[in-house]
């Protein structure tokens, strides 16, 4: 009865602690190690656990994509988060680096040659930053998000996504296949 009373209290007095609130383990960067074997992303903390197959995530993306990176197992359960990964040991924030390269991957439209929809999918031929690309996007409205009044992020059936930073610095014919769509 005691433990709950002063969790509860330590709670109320801070309602934003991370370790109070939601049972997310903060991670020392001295004690981790992240290193690849056999092809799969490892995490080490110490001597206490070994995690074989690990993700890693940013925890704000878009608005702090230098700090908070976050861990999750095979089945997707929370390891931990790591606030600044540049404490990390230089092997590690490089897995690290290349990992995020890779999840984080977004091709930038700069111009769109053809959008064509057919059974509720539309195809889209796009010339991004990367080169020239082809997307099948099925179920526009599920796969569209909207980050702002002329930025958009598709996904397509594969899981790639795309993104339009600003719909208005397109040409007009690339406006007006986005426009037919969104």
């Known amino acids: 009865m005691e433990n709950s009373i002063s969790s509860l209290v330590a709670s109320i007095e801070n309602p934003f602690s991370i370790n109070d609130s939601f049972d997310l383990e903060i991670l020392d ?32 993306p878009l608005s702090d994509p230098n ?19 540049h404490e990390l040991d ?18 930038t439209v700069q111009r769109v040659k053809s959008a064509v929809e057919e059974w509720g ?6 010339e991004t930053d990367r080169g020239e690309r082809e997307y099948i996007v099925r179920g526009m409205r ?13 996904t397509d059936i594969d899981g790639n996504r795309f993104e339009i930073r600003d719909l208005s610095k397109l040409d007009v014919v690339s406006q007006n296949l986005v426009l037919r769509y969104l």
């Open 142 to 154: 599920d796969n569209m998000v909207e980050l702002s009044t002329n930025r958009v992020m598709l």
């Open 90 to 107: 230089p092997e590690s924030r490089r897995v690290c680096e290349e990992e995020l390269e890779r999840r984080y991957f977004i091709p």
């Open 67 to 85: 700090h908070y990176y976050a861990f999750l197992d095979s089945a997707s359960h929370d390891v931990g988060i790591i606030v600044e990964p």
């Open 29 to 60: 960067p001295q004690k981790v190690r992240i290193f690849r074997s056999g092809g799969r992303t490892r995490l080490t903390i110490g001597e206490e656990k070994s995690i074989i197959r690990v993700m890693i995530l940013r925890a704000f």
């Open 121 to 126: 999918s539309v195809t889209w031929v796009v």
